[in-house]
């Protein structure tokens, strides 16, 4: 082995040292860079919304100045009947998508296992899935009466298909020879699952969870508003109804906020559960 080769093999681990710490500071800045590019657009929104009624394109009663709105949004963080509406919400999106994600994940596992079951329900599935869920409001009231109940079903139909047809693409993605061989180590069923089958789907259902918990805060306020159960939606309806326009839209401010919030956490759990997959090994070490 020559000197060179050997100097070469002991600066080796300094240079993917630094090289690392570069490829971190590079990643670091481009996500400061993505927040600051967010945070221009929205300033250029409120920008846009304080001049359209000074300058007559709206009427103010219609849309207020965007000063107005955060003045509302400022007085209403006081009142704790925001923070029972927002309470409401959260309670009926968590419920509704954690129900919705289970029953999705088990049945698409089973679903996904079975080329037969798949066959046989694949029809039934596709003729469901394209249902909105605003069209069940009518027989959910009728069944449930403008309560919790209503607002949940919604919420859980509208989630659920979410994470099954994600779980369903995940069973099916796994590599028929992995399975075999497990077979062949006379691995028993739950074995398989576990270690085959979980590890390859487990993207899938967290993809399929992360687009289901958007849909569920879209129908949790969208029940609320139209059925009239307690939270944010009909705490909007209300305040349209009153022609406070203002507290109105301020509410609108508040559930971006938590659509955001909610985006933030299932990013976050996706994360923590998927932290050994190449994808997000890959997104660690730079």
């Known amino acids: 082995m020559s000197i060179s080769t050997t100097t070469a093999q002991r600066t080796r681990p300094g240079g993917l040292g630094q090289q690392r710490q570069r490829s971190q500071r ?7 860079q993505n927040v600051v590019l967010g945070l ?16 007559g394109i709206v009427r103010a009663q219609d849309l207020p100045p965007t000063t107005v709105i955060l ?6 963080l006081a009142d704790p009947l925001l923070w029972q509406a927002i309470y409401d919400t959260v309670y009926v999106w968590a419920l509704g998508l954690l129900i919705a994600t ?46 919790y109940e209503s607002a949940l079903i919604l919420v859980i139909y509208a989630s659920f298909w979410q994470v ?40 899938f259902i967290m993809t399929g969870f992360r687009l289901a918990s958007s849909v569920a805060l879209v129908l949790t306020v969208t029940a609320q508003m139209m059925i009239g159960t307690p939270g944010i939606g009909q705490a909007i309806t209300t305040a349209e109804s009153a022609g406070n326009t203002p507290k109105m839209y301020a509410l609108v401010l508040v559930t971006g906020f938590l659509g955001v919030l909610v985006n933030i956490l299932a990013r976050y759990i996706e994360k923590r559960l998927l932290s050994w997959h190449m994808s997000f090994r890959k997104e660690v070490e730079l």
């Not at 590079?26 to 400061?32: P, Y």
């Open 102 to 147: 289970a029953a999705g994940a088990i049945l698409g596992l089973l679903i996904g296992s079975s080329e037969r079951a798949r066959n046989a329900l694949g029809s039934t599935i596709e003729f469901l899935r394209p249902i909105p869920s605003v069209a069940l409001i009518p027989l959910v009231v009728l069944l449930f009466g403008p309560a």
């Open 40 to 55: 221009c657009g929205l300033a250029t929104l409120a920008v846009v919304v304080q001049f359209l009624a000074p300058l």
């Open 164 to 203: 099954l047809i994600q779980t369903i693409y995940g069973v099916i993605d796994v590599d028929p020879v992995v399975a075999d061989t497990a077979r062949s180590y006379r691995f028993t069923r739950i074995g398989i699952i576990r270690h085959v089958v979980l590890p390859t789907a487990l993207p």
């Open 71 to 76: 003045g509302q949004l400022a007085s209403l």
């Open 26 to 32: 590079i990643a670091f800045a481009a996500k400061g």
